[in-house]
């Protein structure tokens, strides 16, 4: 006779749930030593020291909340230092977004420039795939190199979002036709770099920052212009948006931008508006809506997919935005990976462990910040290293 199954009380359940997850106080103390060592490591700078403590708050209440609600997935949260590194276990190809995961506004995320580093020293390919239009990717590259204090970085190794939209500019623009630009330097510099003219750009000091009803009435188009382009542009006014629609009454003219980011955030918390702000307001003016060629678009991932050989199954996707950078990873079938050191409060994480985050998103691996566990990895490849020459010298000696 068959046993029948024995059905378990709520309580019950999540008792067993609380007791296989005991070991999450232990993980809780050892996150916040880790981060503690590493304020400690990186000194008393204003601006390290808010990132990281942002970094701690965001884990910790993370950590808390896993351990009262034993019934959501915990295990995503690599609060184990040796957990951490594990994740890009498997894989050659490591892209990683830029402000929130390598820097944060100017300042270095501590141990970033190691990480990278040690991915490069390991033979895997690292990307910085990045939704900034601002540089193009000899500006971007110029500026890591420093910043990492990395000379080995290349500038193919750069995917900032005006590169990605030129590319899908050039594809199929007319020639001798032109491109609308609200954006920055970068964006123009990267449509030049594919024989593309632009109209616009960055603002001047003597532009006229208005028009009147009378300045659009009388408003002369330009004829060759086939798209128009928008990027980020912390100099945005009414005469751009003004301009940009009155092309886009043209239906044959497209609508293109390099991303569509919200916001940004400063080491502070505070929050920036950034390009999505500005597409919003050119699609209400136009009636109009634009092609996304940044994070988490398919014209990005086709881009890495044609020139770098991005596939699922050998990328990982390192990002702190959700609605992006982890959303562009499993769009796209790779793994992902949120850090803690960027814009994604713990609030959010919260709602995507309980099923109620962004789009059904669902988290698969949430790490620290990018270089969370790294002494202890480079302590295991020392020792590989160190087994390796001893059999290497014993095999010599017979």
Known sequence: MASSVVELSAATQLEIARLENTDLRAQLTAARSEILNLKKVAGTGAKSSSILERCQTTTTKLLEYIDARPDVNGSVLKSNPAEAMQVFDGVDKILLDCDG????????????????????????????????????????CDKLRKQLN????????????????????KQWLPHNKKVYVIGGQGIVDELALVGIETVGGPARVDDKTALDEDDIEDYVLDKDVACVLIGTCMEVN???????????????????STNQDEYDIMPSGRHVPDAGVIVRAVEVA??????????????????????????????VMVGDRINTDIAFG??????????????????TVLECLEGKGQDGIELEHVIPYLGYGLEGEEENLGRKKRRRLALSNAAARE
């Open 238 to 256: 009414f005469r751009m948006i003004a301009e940009a629609s009155m092309y886009l009454e043209n239906k044959n003219i497209a609508l293109i």
């Open 150 to 169: 990395n000379p080995k970085l290349q500038p193919s190794q750069m995917v900032p979002s005006c590169y990605a939209a030129a590319s899908h500019i």
């Open 286 to 315: 136009s009636n109009r809506k634009a092609l996304n060629c940044g994070k988490p678009s398919d014209n990005l991932f086709q881009l890495l997919k044609r020139e770098k050989g991005v596939s699922k199954d050998n990328a």
């Open 330 to 347: 499993q769009m796209h079938g790779l793994r992902t990976v949120l850090v803690l050191s960027g814009c994604t409060p713990a609030e």
């Open 101 to 140: 995961v390598v820097f944060s506004n100017q300042t270095s995320i501590p141990k970033s420039p190691e990480i990278i580093a040690h991915f490069m020293n390991s033979g895997k390919e690292v990307f910085f795939v990045t939704n900034s239009s601002h540089r193009s990717r000899l500006e971007m």
